[in-house]
């Protein structure tokens, strides 16, 4: 058999799909930049980089509100939008001192995070021998319009809109695996967060881990190094691209 | 306002969505080319054209099916399969007589159809200022698949698999522009069928026509001149690609 085959599935791995927001682009400097911008442009003091930790702080818990049934499934754009608020109230702003395209429009940072240095590459050298794309929790238009915006070649983007689901919930992986026609085993995630290589595995997908020591800034502390045997580790995309050979 | 203003929706297209079997792709020198080899290896006298073109007649028909709810949602992947064991019957032949691997096999030709000459650039050059993929009945899998062989350059690929709908049922048209945040307004049709046009109009889309007229063969009767004031009318995607600007 030619190709990749996963030691955990024991399948030829023909897709290979990648959380996005950590693994792919760096959406700390991202988020900091533009609330930086925003602060400049409105006279507010703020430290960039602990307000984008604060907004990014929302992000997990208002997703396991629709995990979790509390909540019908919604975007992660109405999430990013709604979580901008709390994180403007726990600095002592008030959201209704801006009009709501400005919000709107800060919100939208979240369309054009920067790729990581070896993403753009490391995708392309993957790409003709596997199907490539997001397996993220953004939306398609999301990813979309981040794919544009920073020249990444996936092949198909499903963002969590068509699956409905949000990782780790198991139709969040197999749901882009049988819309692919490929058996959740012939598909691999790529993240660079062990909790999610914990759901892709349960889902009876293939595994590798993708360090980013610096996702969370200079003081990171979770995810530096793989938890556990994935099918493969790796430092970068560039990285992974050789170990898939 | 920069970019393109569609004349009769008054928006601005940000995404410019291809109909693709016979738009982007020559489905019956593909298909003829695989029918040919199949009639070779089984030592069966045939006019692979010919059964091409009585394989395709099939596929409207059985959408129709779909179409009328006289049958669930089934994607155009299984629907070919049956098409082709009905094809084969009409000339004669028994579909027994192969196995399923074989029948399967010659199936995945729809997979691998060649792009018209002017489909791979035309589409790169529309790129750089529009969200583009294909607007087809095409199952996402075959999608994914037929670019990759073929190398376009989609942004995004939505098979009507994700809408479970098959044009020119409203909801086909309009699932896929809502999913990219936009409304139906702001997304092009690019077409080579005048109901499809008809279709996307109905649906809110703006519209171009793209004359394929030997789409299907030399003889072609239908669809060689638009049949109504399209917004554009283009005589390959390159020319589309020139219009748009």
Redesign the interface.
């Known amino acids: 058999m030619i190709g990749y085959v996963s030691p955990s599935t024991g399948r030829r791995v023909r897709a290979v799909l990648f959380d996005t927001m950590g693994t792919v682009v760096d959406w700390r400097s991202g988020i900091s930049t533009a609330v930086g911008a925003f602060a400049d442009a409105h006279a507010i003091t703020l430290d960039p980089d602990e307000f984008a930790d604060a907004w990014r702080s929302y992000y997990q818990p208002s997703m396991e509100r629709v995990r979790s049934g509390q909540r019908p499934f919604a975007a992660l ?1 109405t999430l990013n939008r709604e979580n901008l608020d709390a994180a403007l109230r726990s600095h002592g702003i008030d959201p209704g001192a801006f009009t709501e395209a400005e919000l709107e429009s800060l919100t939208r940072a979240w369309y054009v995070l920067p790729p990581w240095p070896d993403s753009v590459n490391g995708i392309l050298q993957i790409k003709p021998d596997f ?1 490539v794309g997001p397996l993220s929790n953004g ?3 999301q990813l ?1 319009h981040m ?2 915006a920073g020249g990444l ?1 996936w ?5 969590a ?2 699956s409905r689901a949000y990782k780790p919930t198991p139709h969040a992986y197999r749901a882009p695996a049988a ?4 058996d959740p085993g012939e598909v691999m995630l790529a993240a660079a967060h062990n909790y999610d290589l914990e759901g892709a595995r349960r889902s009876g997908l293939a595994t590798a881990f993708i360090a980013r020591p610096t996702e969370h800034g200079p003081g990171q502390q979770q995810d530096l190094a793989a938890s556990a045997d994935w099918d493969l580790a790796a430092t970068s995309i560039i990285d992974l691209a050789g170990r898939l050979r």
Chains 1, 2 share one sequence.
Not at 155 to 159: E, F, N, R, T
Not at 179 to 182: A, D, E, R, Y
Request: proline fraction near 0%.
């Open positions: 754009d199907i939306s398609t238009a979309v794919a544009k070649a092949d198909v983007i499903l963002g809109d068509v819309i692919l026609g490929l």
